[in-house]
């Protein structure tokens, strides 16, 4: 009886849920408590939030102007807000990072505490950080959109990408030089080797200076990130390409390109960390050594395609997913990661967004933000009601999981009386139970192996403006007429590509809800027999809501 005893515990605790828990701090007595939230509405946020001093800054992007104007926000520590500085004319890509500048004087003038600010429709403007009021602004093209990427600053200079030119300025607003480039998105800016390197869509890496720009091509594929300046004088660059990535080092001085190596698909933007190199994608998180050549030490599975973060030691990134949350590892001396695992909280969703963290007057803050635009303030050693260390959601999983634990123990109970028909009846209804709750998630994993394996160059039609390439593009195939939408960005699933499509467009849909998700069952009136998507010419496995894409993924609604 004991035996029978003890493998029915064995097997409750194998079904015992695991607590998700929340970012950690490097010390294992503190606990990070939430201390405020904002929500900014319909909008999202792409890009970390940045504390300077006793004040917060983000900037919020939208998908459409029904849901909301791209903003930059000035937020006290306290959660209120100083100022906000709207731009109308935002593109709805708002994806460059914003960039504080400490107030200070040159050889080409002065300037006041700054945040700089790169909008998509291809103004930069530098705002005085106390009040948000413009100190100067510069313009440049627009192209589809303008400035998504990172800029430079030097001593009294900021380099700036914009969607086909790299500008130089002084921080007072004088223009030192222009170079015109490749067209290009979210490609920050590096210096090396006297030049000031930037990738473009289409696998050239530009070295440019106030005389010369000169471009090497590095492969068939996209650079959406600042070239990493690497101890060696090489530069490292995570390569996008149609099938994955491809980590590659360029030698600066002989313009000699190695590959390292292949990995996943929608790269983020790598980081060095204690003399390592870390890199994210679609597939793992790799740690490289790069003291001479590049090589890879270790890599751990996981899903993040934006910022990485440095968060108190450990390595922390967005999970570009519908569940959300924060991987966590840590870089262990010889270059190795160890997984610490997932902090998970109540509004999780897709993020790319890195976290801020800070330590000041012994306490220690993080800033968490993601597509959802809820803005979480968390700190250590202060009194808070608030305690969020098991996400709400997260009772619906001990709900069903508990469930589970007695119909597994009722079958096991039933196995060791030798009573077979009733363990199976038992049995059976354990299976269903588990197939209901894990078909959505065996969905959306094989959804996203099709649109991986698939290829945006198979669907691409070359009548459609060279503008669109490397952008999101929906086409609506009507039974008698056909309307493309082009040029979009930022968007995670099918159904929010598909919304911002038709606002550009000036389409209606009518959108129902159901058990398995949303489903579109009109376009501008017209429903037919219903409609039919495809994501780079692969049909749709799922609900539009849960459908993933890519930064250029070709989506097509056709009319049955």
């Known amino acids: ?98 960039v504080y500048v400490g107030s200070g004087q040159g050889a080409c003038g002065q300037w006041p505490d700054m945040v700089l600010v790169g909008w998509s429709d291809g103004l930069l403007q530098a705002l005085d950080a106390h009040n948000g009021a413009v100190v100067w602004q510069h313009f440049t093209e627009k192209h589809s959109w303008g400035i998504t990427g990172s800029m430079l600053i030097e001593e009294e200079t900021v380099t700036l990408p914009t969607r086909n030119s790299i500008d130089q300025l002084c921080l007072n607003g004088d223009l030192l030089f222009s ?206 009601t608030v305690d969020l260390d098991i996400n709400n959601n997260q009772w619906d999983t001990i709900l069903v999981l508990f469930c589970a634990l007695v119909l597994i123990s009722c079958t096991s109970i039933n196995l060791l009386r030798e009573r077979f028909q009733s363990a199976f009846k038992f049995f059976i209804l354990f299976c269903t139970i588990l197939l209901y709750f894990a078909l959505g998630d065996v969905i959306q994993a094989w959804a996203e192996i099709v649109n991986e394996d698939s290829q945006t160059e198979d669907v691409w039609d070359n009548e459609w403006p060279e503008e669109w390439l490397g952008t999101q593009v929906v086409v609506f195939e009507f039974t008698d007429r056909t309307i493309i939408a082009g040029g979009l960005l930022g968007h995670d699933s099918v159904l929010e590509l598909t919304q911002a499509g038709a606002e550009q467009q000036g389409l209606e849909l009518e959108i129902v809800d159901s058990s398995l998700g949303k489903y579109l069952v009109s376009i501008d009136g017209s429903a037919g027999e219903g409609w039919e998507y495809t994501v780079n010419g692969q049909p749709g496995v799922m609900s539009a809501e849960y459908s993933t894409v890519e930064s250029d993924s070709v989506i097509s609604w056709m009319q049955l």
């Open 1 to 98: 009886m004991r035996k029978n005893l003890a493998l029915v515990a064995l097997i409750a605790i194998f079904l015992l849920p695991i607590n998700q828990a929340e970012i950690i701090t490097d010390s294992e007595s503190e606990t990070l408590s939430l201390q405020w939230n904002i929500d900014f509405g319909e909008v999202y946020v792409s890009t970390k939030p940045i504390a300077i001093n006793d004040t917060i800054y983000v900037r919020t992007s939208s998908s459409s102007s029904a849901q909301g104007i791209a903003s930059i926000y000035s937020i006290t520590f306290d959660g209120t807000e100083n100022w906000r500085v709207e731009n109308s004319n935002s593109t709805m890509s708002d994806l460059a990072p914003l």
């Open 179 to 384: 170079q015109d480039i490749g067209y290009g998105w979210r490609n920050g800016v590096t210096f090396a080797d006297g030049h000031y390197w930037v990738g473009d869509e289409i696998g050239n890496l530009w070295a440019v200076n106030a005389d010369v720009a000169v471009n090497y091509t590095v492969g068939s594929g996209k650079i959406r990130h600042a070239p990493l300046n690497l101890m060696n004088g090489d530069l490292l660059i995570h390569l996008q390409t149609t099938s994955g990535s491809t980590i590659l080092q360029f030698d600066t001085e002989f313009k000699a390109v190695t590959a390292v190596v292949e990995s996943g698909f929608s790269p983020g933007k790598p980081i060095v960390l204690n003399d390592y190199i870390i890199t994210t994608d679609s597939q793992q998180v790799t740690s490289l050594n790069c003291e001479d050549q590049c090589f890879v030490v270790d890599f751990e599975s996981f899903r993040s395609n934006g910022e990485i973060s440095n968060v108190f030691g450990n390595i922390v990134l967005p999970r570009n997913t519908a569940e959300g949350g924060y991987g966590q590892f840590e870089l262990l001396p010889n270059g190795e990661l160890a997984v610490i695992g997932i902090a998970s909280y109540d509004d999780d969703w897709y993020g790319t967004a890195g976290v801020e963290s800070w330590a000041m007057d012994e306490q220690k803050f993080i800033l968490l933000v993601n597509d959802n635009a809820n803005l979480k303030l968390y700190a250590t050693n202060v009194s808070s």
